[in-house]
């Protein structure tokens, strides 16, 4: 789908999303399986693609945002293990970045930012009970691997590229330190 230049400016600093990305130098820090007090380090491949929402009023206040997939397969297998949807939103009246998304695991996640509409780093975060920003999980994972909080650092690279650094950090059952469920990749546009 492609964009005109008004949708884009409407998108502020999400406007240069717009499009199909890949990247294959990604770095996941997660809970082996089964043993959870294992850390289980590997390196991923991912796609993920962006299309305009168009306008989306809420009375007064007006959002633009992006329609998002991702999908992530560990280097050398070619069945994902990680796969999410969602939306990235941007509401220019209170420099406010969102990104609402749910993962087929049973959680959903809505984590938000300040920025500007000439942005080209931003930081997002969600917590766990809060009624704004906030993470809600299946009963299982809640028991389980209780999801925290969720912080995502991302950056407009000059060479068109952007950097993207998540940390998801988990409760998990019978274990007292919090563990960091890393993700980190550099993606470039797949046409160039």
């Known amino acids: 789908m492609s964009a005109s230049a008004e949708d ?5 600093p999400l406007g240069h ?9 990604g770095d996941d820090v997660a809970p082996a399986e089964p043993d959870a007090t294992v850390v289980a380090k590997s390196k991923y491949r991912e796609e993920m693609t962006f299309a305009p929402t168009g306008r989306v009023d809420n009375h007064e206040q007006i959002l633009y945002g992006l329609r998002y997939k991702t999908t992530a397969w560990r280097i050398g297998e070619k069945e994902p293990f990680h796969e999410e949807l969602g939306f990235w939103m941007w509401d220019k009246a209170d420099k406010q970045i969102m990104r609402c998304f749910m993962i087929p695991r049973g959680v959903t996640v809505l984590a938000g930012g300040t920025a500007d509409e000439l942005s080209t780093e931003f930081e997002l975060t969600a917590e766990c009970g809060s009624e704004t920003y906030g993470i809600c999980s299946n009963k299982f994972l809640d028991r389980e ?18 950097h993207y650094a998540e940390d998801t950090v988990l409760k ?10 890393t993700d980190s990749n550099t993606m470039r546009r797949a046409d160039g």
């Open 8 to 12: 884009l400016r409407d998108l502020g």
């Open 17 to 25: 999303l717009v499009g199909t990305w890949v990247g294959d130098k």
């Open 172 to 181: 998990i059952r019978n274990q007292e330190e919090l563990f960091h469920h």
């Open 145 to 162: 691997f209780k999801t925290v909080r969720y912080e995502l650092k991302f950056t407009f690279n000059e060479d068109g590229s952007f």
